[in-house]
C-alpha cells in the first residue's frame, strides 16, 4: 500500500538548517507530483512547496521562497526539502504528500495520500 514516511526535522536555532526527507512506498513515484504541508501549532496544514513528477517545475509559498529547496530522487523514490535560515515562524509539523497527478499544479486541487509528518522547532 502507500506509505510516506518524513524524517529530519528537530530542534535548530534561528538561522540553522535542516535537510528533510520522505520516502514513498507503494506506487510509481515518478508518476505522481508531491509536496510538502506545514502545520503550525493551532493552524491548519498549508501547502509550503510542491513539485512536478520530473523535477523540472516547483513552486514555493511566499514566506519560504529563497530559503527552501524542494527536490526529488526518483531513482531512489525519495523527496527532500532543504530548509535554510529557519525563522521561529517556521516551527511546525511538516508533512510529505502525493499530489493529484504528475503536475505540481494537481497539488492545489488533491493531495491523497500524506505520512505522520517530522516536527521542526526553530527556537533560540
Known amino acids: 500500500q502507500v506509505r510516506l514516511v518524513e524524517s529530519g526535522g528537530g530542534l535548530v536555532q534561528p538561522g540553522e538548517s535542516l535537510r528533510l526527507s520522505c520516502a514513498a512506498y507503494?506506487?510509481?513515484?515518478?508518476?505522481?507530483?508531491m509536496s510538502w504541508f506545514r502545520q503550525a501549532p493551532g493552524k491548519e496544514p498549508e501547502g509550503i512547496s510542491y513539485?512536478?513528477?520530473?523535477?523540472?517545475?516547483?513552486w514555493y509559498t511566499d514566506s519560504v521562497q529563497g530559503r527552501f529547496t524542494i527536490s526529488r530522487d526518483n531513482s531512489k523514490s525519495t523527496l527532500h526539502l532543504q530548509l535554510n535560515s529557519l525563522k521561529s515562524e517556521d516551527t511546525g509539523m511538516y508533512y510529505c504528500?502525493?499530489?493529484?497527478?504528475?503536475?505540481?499544479?494537481?497539488?492545489?486541487?488533491?493531495?491523497?495520500?500524506w505520512g505522520q509528518g517530522t516536527q521542526v522547532t526553530v527556537s533560540s
Open positions: 507503494g506506487f510509481t513515484f515518478d508518476d505522481y507530483a
Open positions: 504528500a502525493r499530489c493529484a497527478a504528475s503536475a505540481y499544479t494537481s497539488c492545489e486541487v488533491s493531495a491523497d495520500y
Open positions: 513539485i512536478n513528477w520530473s523535477g523540472a517545475n516547483t
